[in-house]
Structure formats: structure tokens, C-alpha cells
């Protein structure tokens, strides 16, 4: 196994039970792990925050406790662990997803480590990995948006509303977006929607069949879930497809896929792990999202960088849904 000097031990976030942001506990003496085989350690200079850490850390979803949260970082790799490291380098720059980000250094499997361009910061690349990839994969394959689509973004103004605008603006596809307050409709606007609605659902519907001259929406991207799934039905044209990959409001409940058939709709709960298994997958999909963020000036639009010791209240930030664009954190 090939290394730097390390120190014995470093810092981060352990989750001591299911619970709200007050179960997130800053330590200042947790073990450094060591990589394995197929694996890199990377010394983390960003972690994201998604709201799926929420999920984890409510209990929602299962986690093990205590335990050390989030999916993405960047930073610099400092071991090796051998086998299959991918032409991985000590020294090298990378964004990855993987698991317990939230400290100072993150053991990691190879196959979802991307080495970082020239131009793109570790700043950069740790609020785009997980995100980005994640809209990226919805409008290549959940539906794929095509130029001149007519689509729908939920939460438009949210860390992945803002993905979805700025890559569907940049293949040619139309933005609907939804927001709950003008300044948020504001940035949505900013970043690529074509037109921004509240939440009304009977205002909405009436400016959507108005854009639309009657059709509908053609696909919805719907990371809020309960409160937005029924309407997005309503709204789907013939034939569209909607998109449910959050549960921002809580999670859909159970349907009668006998809703689908009127208009002979799709519906997909996408999930972006199954759609980088391998290491071509996520490679080419991360070569993609970053030659994209160059070609367009695609930006990652931070709400704040959070210090490390304050991930609790990143997380209340994040749940109070006043939060407009990317948390990181600064490890």
C-alpha cells in the first residue's frame, strides 16, 4: 500500500442516533481509516450535503449508528490501497462519491473516484458529483430530454432544481419550473427555467396547458414526492413520464398503476447508483458533466460553506426548505 505520513487520527461528524440535526456530533478523535483493496484515501477538503442525508440520519432510510454521514467529497488522494485503483495517483485532485464524507479523510472504492480537470476546483467538484451525475443520469435516461421539450422542474431553485435548469438549458430542452418564493423563482429563472410558478396547483395547471397550447408537460422532474405527485399526473401530457427521485414532502404513497392509463403515462423512481455501476459508467458520465459545466458555463450555485463542526445546523438549514442552491462543507 503506497502513502503519505498520516496523522493517527482527524475529525468529523458521527451520527450517535436516529434522531434531528442535535444527533450530529462533532469528534476530534476518530480513527483514520485505512484503504482496502480497490480502494483510495482521499484527505477531504469539501463535502456535500444532500437531503438524502437527512433520510439517513432521521432513520428514514437504514444506517448503522454511530456512524459517519455523507456521499461525496473532494479533496486530494494520499494512499493507495492496490488491485484496481484505476491510474489513480497519490497527489491527485479528485471529486468521489462514497461514504462517511463528513471528516477528514474518507476510504473510498476507485471505481467512483473521477480525477479533476484543469479549471475545476475542489470546491467545484465536490458540490457537482452528486448532483450533477444525478441530473445528468435523469435526463439522459429517466427521460431524455431532447431539444425542444417542454419539461417541468419541481423545487427549481433547490440544489438539484438548479442542476436540472442549467444541463437542460444546455440540450436545448424548455424549462417549466416550480418555487415557493420570487426570489427563488428569480434564481431558477437565473440559472436556465424559461418560466417559474408558485405551488397553486390550479394556477399552475392553467399556465401549463397555456405554454403548452393544451398538451401538457412532456416529462416531470419531481424531487419533492407526496405533495406534487398527484398534480404531476394532471399535468403530463399524452405519453410523458414522470420522474420521481425525492421526498422532499415525504414519500409517495402506494398507487393504482390504473392512474397511468388514460394517458398512457410512465412513471420512474430512478435512483443514480443503478445507473453507474461500473467504472464506465460513472467515467463517462462524469467526463460528460464536466466537459458540460466547461462548454456552458455550468456553475454550481452554493448557498453556503458550512465549517465541519457546524453540519447540525446545515441540516436544520437544509430542512427548513429556505435554502436555495448547494450546502458544503468545509472539512
Known sequence: MASTHLPSVMHGIQVSKPGGPVVLVYKQDLPIPSPKEDQVLIKNDFAGINYIDTYFRTGLYPFPTPGTLGLEGAGTIVSLGGGSTY???????????????????SASGAQQVMKLPDGISTETGAGAILQGLTALTLIRESYHAQKGD?????????????????????VGARVVGTASTEAKRALARENGAEWVFGYDPVELEKRVLEITDGKGIVGVYDGVGKDTFDLDIKLLARKGTLVSFGNASGPVPPISLLVLS??????????????IATREEFEGYASELFALMKEHNIKVQTHEIYPLRDTARAHADLESRKTTGKLLLKI
Do not use: E, F
Request: aromatic share 8%; with cysteine.
Open 262 to 275: 388514460s394517458k398512457n403515462l410512465k412513471v420512474t423512481r430512478p435512483r443514480l447508483y443503478a445507473s
Open 87 to 105: 491510474d489513480l495517483a497519490i497527489g491527485d485532485r479528485v471529486a468521489y462519491l462514497g461514504t462517511g464524507t463528513d471528516a477528514g479523510y
Open 150 to 170: 417542454i419539461v417541468l422542474v419541481h423545487a427549481a431553485a433547490g440544489g438539484m432544481g438548479l442542476w436540472l435548469c442549467q444541463l437542460l438549458r444546455a
